[in-house]
């Protein structure tokens, strides 16, 4: 794998494949395998190399969760489920987004405009940079899906437990492994985001988020749960004090 990226063990049989913008992370149970999240394209073989590390392939990928339909997160699906034949499991609200993803921003509009952000901030040039280069533009449309609603423990290895947060989109998700006590909170919270600088618990910049105050309130449905590590869509994990990690992206100004 190049320099720009890592995977690494964060959690009991949890593995966290990271490049320098996004994170896809790998359940495994019993030798089959859940993916959450699907990068971009240009993840495959980073991902096919980092499996082989861990004596396993995309074949053993059974299921692929998407916590939402961006770019950055959908990228592999519809590779891994006619390669591999995973089922892609999305929230019924950002459905149409892996059903067509070249429309994403018209079919998911967000509070404001990236340009206010590039000209305050030109190293966030870096973020569309990035997702052009690594083919985040260019997702296959996923053909087929399942889909959720939040509540549901699903039957796929790691039996995840879909909270719904939405806020970032309609139909973003966070997904608990209670028996693991991992939490993987896609983007309802991360712990950086590229178009601002801001490196610490955090939702994300409103150019890139649906909805900023609901986004915030869906922050409660993720208060007291009982884990030991929360994995972001975006940076570092957070490995104590969870609920002031909360706080924390409560509180922070909605930039």
Do not use: C
């Amino acid at each position: 794998m190049s320099h720009s990226l890592s995977f690494t063990l964060v959690a009991p049989g949890v593995h966290r494949l990271a490049d320098s913008l996004v994170n896809i992370y790998v359940v495994e149970e019993a030798g089959q395998l859940t993916v959450i999240d699907a990068g971009m394209p240009a993840l495959y073989r980073p991902l096919a190399a980092a499996l082989a590390a861990i004596n396993r392939s995309v074949s053993d990928i059974r299921a692929v969760l998407i916590t939402h339909g961006h770019p950055d997160h959908i990228g592999l699906a519809e590779r891994l489920r006619t390669e591999a034949g995973a089922t892609i499991w999305v929230h019924e609200a950002d459905a149409l987004l892996l059903r067509d993803p070249r429309h994403i921003m018209a079919n998911s509009k967000n509070e404001r405009s990236l340009l206010p952000y590039l000209l305050k901030r030109p190293a966030s040039f870096s973020i569309p940079i990035h997702l052009a280069r690594a083919g985040g533009f260019t997702a296959r449309p996923v053909l087929s899906t399942s889909t959720f609603h939040g509540g549901e423990t699903l039957n796929i290895p790691g039996e995840p437990t879909v909270i719904a947060t939405p806020g970032h989109t309609r139909g973003s998700s966070s997904f608990l492994l209670a028996a693991r006590r991992v939490l993987f909170t896609g983007d309802a919270l991360v712990t950086a985001d590229g178009m601002t600088g801001r490196i610490g618990p955090t939702i994300v910049s409103r150019a890139f988020t649906n909805d900023s105050q609901q986004a915030i309130t869906s922050l409660d449905a993720l208060a007291n749960l009982d884990i030991d590590v929360a994995l972001p869509g975006h940076g570092e994990p957070i490995t104590s004090a969870f609920n002031a990690a909360l706080d924390q992206a409560r509180t922070a100004e909605a930039r």
